[in-house]
């Protein structure tokens, strides 16, 4: 669900007083947010520099309905998004638990869309 990125991270951490995120990182939780990294296999919290599943606490905006088909019964969205949080605060994206991400209505396999990026001269890496 890397559509969630857009409401949950940003580049630039106001509690640190710096807008740089590492190279690599997706960036750092939003002020008000929770976010945690479990094993998807197992259900359990991960420590820091552990990937596990990417899980987001929040709620839909005024819609309970909704809340309660997305966001587990402990109050988690879980993304779908494969990650880790290093001890600075910077989150990193390494895979997705399902293998297609769903583009304008497309499903497109993570592979695909690397070795097309890849394929560009001006790249030298890419992750999804």
Avoid at 2 to 10: A, V
């Amino acid at each position: 669900m890397t559509e969630h990125s857009c409401i949950t991270l940003t580049h630039g951490d106001p509690n640190k007083g710096h807008g740089i995120a590492k190279r690599n990182s997706v960036g750092f939780i939003l002020p008000n947010l929770e976010v945690k990294f479990i094993d998807p296999e197992r259900g359990r919290s991960l420590p820091k520099n552990s990937p596990g599943e990417i899980c987001v606490g929040s709620q839909y905006y005024k819609n309970e309905y909704e809340t309660t088909l997305t966001i587990d019964k402990e109050g988690w969205l879980h993304t779908g998004d494969i990650g880790d949080i290093d001890d600075g605060g910077d989150i990193f994206l390494v895979d997705r638990i399902k293998e297609l991400i769903k583009y304008k209505g497309f499903q497109v396999a993570p592979a695909e869309l690397k070795a097309i990026l890849l394929s560009h001269h001006s790249v030298e890496d890419a992750a999804l």
